[in-house]
T-cell receptor, first 117, second 111 residues
Framework: GAVVSQHPSWVICKSGTSVKIECRSL??????MFWYRQFPKQSLMLMAT?????????EQGVEKDKFLINHASLTLSTLTVTSAHPEDSSFYIC?????????????FGPGTRLLVL | QQQVKQSPQSLIVQKGGISIINCAYE??????FPWYQQFPGKGPALLIA???DVSEKKEGRFTISFNKSAKQFSLHIMDSQPGDSATYFC??????????WGAGTKLIIKP
């Protein structure tokens, strides 16, 4: 159980276009989802926390107008990178918390590698 | 206060040996300490986790040792196998569920 999927697994796009990444909890209801960014050989950097039905809370330094997060249902959150530029190229990972339990455990998706040309 | 310091940055262990990765924290409000394993190009996967009311937790070949007074915790991998080669992250969290991550340890098990 506790499976989180991400789609797509990798995406290549041209500079200036927008890219949407989906994160789904497959067998549980995720009241809270998190979006991370990871650069090569580095730790995960939290970008934002989203609770179902409410606006995402962005970490300091993360542009909310550039990285649009929507958590419209208990099983789906989306991250849209708007007007992507080469510096947005990175590995994006989502995680989700099971709202049915008090556990702090976060279950992670497989990640989405974004390359902006 | 919010940092979790992880060491070593990289570690090479012979097959069958014991791999030990250490983490230290400052914030005594942390009450949940997970370890994650990450393979290249994949998301992290929860390996094992501990709360500060116990000093040790074992799951198969993986053991967390927790020293509350020293504010340190460590991951021990017994009988290390080549398949254990990955990057390991310690983390800590408290009531808001945000994970505070260590910098990661790249573990290589030599056959």
């Amino acid at each position: 159980g506790a499976v989180v999927s991400q789609h797509p697994s990798w995406v290549i796009c041209k500079s200036g276009t927008s890219v949407k990444i989906e994160c789904r909890s497959l067998d549980f209801q995720a009241t809270t989802m998190f979006w991370y960014r990871q650069f090569p050989k580095q730790s995960l950097m939290l970008m934002a926390t989203s609770n179902e039905g409410s606006k995402a809370t962005y970490e300091q330094g993360v542009e909310k107008d550039k990285f649009l997060i929507n958590h419209a249902s208990l099983t789906l959150s989306t991250l849209t990178v708007t007007s992507a530029h080469p510096e947005d190229s990175s590995f994006y990972i989502c995680s989700a918390r099971d709202g049915a339990t008090p556990s702090e455990t976060q279950y992670f998706g497989p990640g989405t590698r974004l390359l902006v040309l | 206060q919010q940092q979790v310091k992880q060491s070593p940055q990289s570690l090479i262990v012979q097959k069958g040996g014991i791999s030990i990765i250490n983490c230290a924290y400052e914030n005594t409000a942390f009450d949940y300490f997970p370890w994650y394993q990450q393979f290249p190009g994949k998301g992290p996967a929860l390996l094992i986790a501990i709360r500060p009311d116990v000093s040790e937790k074992k799951e198969g070949r993986f053991t967390i040792s927790f020293n509350k007074s020293a504010k340190q915790f460590s991951l021990h991998i017994m009988d290390s196998q080549p398949g254990d080669s990955a990057t390991y992250f310690c983390a800590a969290t408290y009531s808001n569920y945000q994970l505070i991550w260590g910098a990661g340890t790249k573990l290589i098990i030599k056959p």
